[in-house]
């Protein structure tokens, strides 16, 4: 249970979350027409005569939407309805050329599934959470109005209009600005992962209206009012942090709370009244004429189902069971699919260049992947997508140390240039000769000159000061100039204090 509550004068209250989060479905094509779906193309260059509602034009659905859909359902562990209908929301806006939107209010494609969101004490989330999804319903977007193009006018582009959205409709089950954020993440990563949505908030294809109420606690729901079209998981907690706090000073100074849609202005971080919220009845529903309810076979279903890849939690948990590897180390590689693809690229390489079995090797590489690599790159204002460095070019790196052939302190050092030059770790520890020394007899010999160098320290370490075994160790890697073998410096500094 959350431990979030708003400290008011008159007392603490709860808040109460739903979100509405709207993906646009990976496809080349809109959900009625063929027009393209591309970002970033010249406005209305992506237009039919469907999606400019011209006269006498009948949508066509297509059936790759319909498809993703599905597979995100089951994905959430949803009902998939076999039969299906489309809806006409009817009303007016400059960029919704039909005068309605096609959504499915009565019979959506997707029923009820739930998400399960991971304990994080710091964020104040005690225990894993299970949060209900109502349904999807597939629909599609309207146009976009431009109010920057011109000193008096309005400009619409159409390029969007008649895009293929799902509309993932969340339980208000959240109760704490974390929670929804945890929960918009999960949706977001479980959407990349199954390839329905490209999850790029940034660029407007995965959005959420936030659906937001206080009440004491015990008490029945409150009035919510709903914060359209936030495009970050960071603005939707600042959203919700805002207008809880906003309710509970209007309830507090006698007020009431007024149903309503409000937008949020990241610059202030404040929420701000848009219009009334209207109900269902106000924009007439029925069924869309020009439609034929949506009838799915069993094979169809089976077909999307068995399409789907491995999903994060599964993964998560394969990681920890199968391969051995820390909760932590599982969590931060499941989170997005490009990073998840990019381990299991390094651990089959890692295992082909050491000739072990990925299970040998999947510890070594996850922390290395997760601290050494992932701090490089950080530091090097580089993402995996941008690293010049390959998950084999990463194995051969490992390999070099895995056959003692360098350090791990050297290593560092050779991944550094590997992220400035692209070159290869072999190239590079060649060229600058960075291999590591494992000569016995080389080595024994600086240690015996350390040695006989600090004979205090010697004395001493025999009399059981036993933790200037670190001095000689670094006296000695000081000398041979970080390239003896460390192992093999333990091993005859032991002999020779012996």
């Not at 994080?120 to 999807?136: H, L, M, Q, S």
């Not at 660029?203 to 970050?232: C, F, H, P, Y």
């Not at 194995?395 to 240039?417: D, F, M, P």
Request: glycine fraction near 8%.
């Amino acid at each position: 249970m959350s431990n979030y509550r708003i400290q008011g004068a008159t007392g603490e209250w709860e808040v109460v979350i739903g979100l509405e989060v709207h993906a646009q479905v990976t496809s080349n094509a809109k959900l009625f027409s063929g027009s393209a779906t591309a970002f970033g193309a010249e406005p209305n260059s992506q237009v039919s005569l469907v999606d400019a509602a011209m006269p006498g034009m009948l949508p066509v659905p297509n059936m790759e939407c319909i498809r993703q859909a599905v597979r995100t359902g089951i994905a959430i562990n949803a009902q998939i309805n076999k039969w299906s209908r489309f809806d006409r929301k009817n009303y007016f806006y400059a960029d919704l050329p039909q005068g309605y939107q096609i959504s499915q209010l009565y019979h959506p494609l997707v029923g009820e599934g739930s998400l399960t969101i991971e304990a994080d004490e710091k964020a104040g989330i005690p225990e894993p959470k299970t949060i209900g999804i109502e349904r999807i319903h597939v629909e599609q977007d309207a146009g976009k109005l431009m109010h920057d193009q011109h000193p008096t006018m309005s400009y619409v582009d159409l390029n969007r209009s008649g895009v293929a959205l799902m509309e993932i409709v969340s339980r208000p089950d959240m109760a704490s600005p974390a929670e929804a954020g945890a929960y918009l993440s999960k949706l977001r990563t479980i959407l990349r992962y199954v390839g329905s949505c490209d999850g790029n908030m940034d660029q407007g294809s995965m959005r959420a209206d936030v659906n937001v109420s206080v009440r004491r606690a015990g008490e029945a729901l409150g009035t919510r009012t709903e914060t359209k079209n936030v495009n970050s998981v960071r603005f939707v907690m600042a959203a919700i942090e805002h207008e809880a706090n906003r309710q509970v000073d209007v309830l507090e100074a006698g007020g009431t709370i007024v149903q309503e849609t409000r937008l949020f202005d990241p610059d202030t971080g404040s929420t701000r009244s848009m219009r009334s919220k209207e109900d269902a009845h106000d924009y007439r529903y029925f069924p869309d004429p020009d439609l034929l309810p949506l009838e799915l076979t069993d094979a169809f279903v089976e077909e999307c189902r068995a399409s789907l890849p491995e999903l994060p939690d599964a993964k998560r948990a394969r990681y920890v069971d199968g391969l051995g590897l820390s909760a932590y180390n599982a969590a931060v590689l499941t989170a997005e699919v490009e990073t998840a693809r990019w381990f299991e690229a390094l651990l089959s390489a890692t295992a082909a260049a050491q000739s072990k079995g990925e299970a040998d090797v999947a510890k070594q590489a996850s922390n290395w992947l997760t601290s050494e690599f992932f701090g490089a790159l950080n530091k090097a204002g580089k993402d995996l997508a941008s690293s010049p460095i390959s998950p084999e070019g990463a194995a051969e790196l490992l390999a070099l140390v895995g056959n003692g052939t360098i350090s791990g302190s050297i290593a560092k050092a050779v991944l550094e240039k590997m992220l400035e030059t692209g070159e290869g770790a072999n190239a590079i520890v060649e060229r600058e000769g960075l291999k590591q020394n494992s000569d016995t007899g080389a080595i024994e010999a600086v240690i015996a000159d350390v040695l006989a160098k600090n004979t205090d320290k010697v004395e001493q370490y025999k009399g059981g000061k036993e933790a200037l075994f670190g001095f000689f160790v670094g006296q000695t890697m000081k000398a041979m100039q970080g390239k003896a073998n460390p192992g093999i410096v333990n091993e005859l500094l032991k002999k020779a204090l012996a």
